[in-house]
């Protein structure tokens, strides 16, 4: 089983992070296969030239394709999550999402940035074609404490825990994807009996 992780935080330190952290540590040690990818990471002039030629895009696509899950983890500005991630989900294929488990991780500093998810980031998951976008999780700042290590408050260590073990069995009861070799010989039978 193979997770997908992308940061959305163009810091390269942030609470966000420190979550996501907390989750590739969770599915580690449940024998989940995880690669992380953080937005920072990309080169800007890349994502906002839209260089699907890029060698790291296509390595991001790539590996998207052969997930089973993705968590997407984003910090809320603005009433919606970050726009550098925004362009990097843009930069993939329509239907990218196909037949993948999506947990949703947002951070904000109030509880009023809270339904960003709902409004703002699931709907450009849907028009991916996610089979299933899970309840996600989001943490005001006060629940995360820098440090090392970085402290979380007990109840969003329970929430987050909770929402993997989702994570999990939707990943476990998801259908196989149809191989296409499949549908193309049923489609050359299916002419041939007409």
């Not at 409004?119 to 089979?131: F, G, I, M, R």
């Not at 007990?154 to 069995?169: G, K, N, P, V, W």
């Amino acid at each position: 089983m193979l997770v997908i992780t992308i940061g959305g935080s163009p810091s390269s330190r942030s609470r966000t992070g420190l979550l996501l952290d907390q989750a590739r540590g969770w599915l580690t040690q449940r024998g989940v296969e995880v690669v992380h990818f953080d937005i920072h990471q990309f080169d800007p002039a890349e994502l906002l030239l839209a260089r699907f030629d890029s060698p790291a895009i296509r390595h991001f696509g790539e590996q998207v394709s052969r997930a089973d899950g993705l968590i997407i983890g984003t910090p809320v500005y603005k009433a919606s999550f970050a726009g550098a991630l925004k362009v990097l989900l843009d930069l993939l294929p329509e239907r990218a999402l196909a037949h993948k488990v999506v947990l949703p991780i947002a951070t904000g500093g109030t509880q009023s940035h809270m339904l960003a998810v709902d409004y703002a980031l699931k709907p450009v998951l849907a028009a991916l074609k996610a089979q299933e976008t899970l309840h996600g999780v989001f943490a005001t700042d006060h629940l995360i404490q820098y440090g090392e290590p970085a402290q979380f408050d007990e109840s969003l260590l329970e929430r987050l825990d909770d929402a993997l073990e989702h994570f999990i069995a939707a990943l476990a009861r998801r259908p196989a994807p149809i191989d296409p070799r499949v549908l193309n010989d049923r489609l050359i039978h299916a002419r041939w009996s007409i």
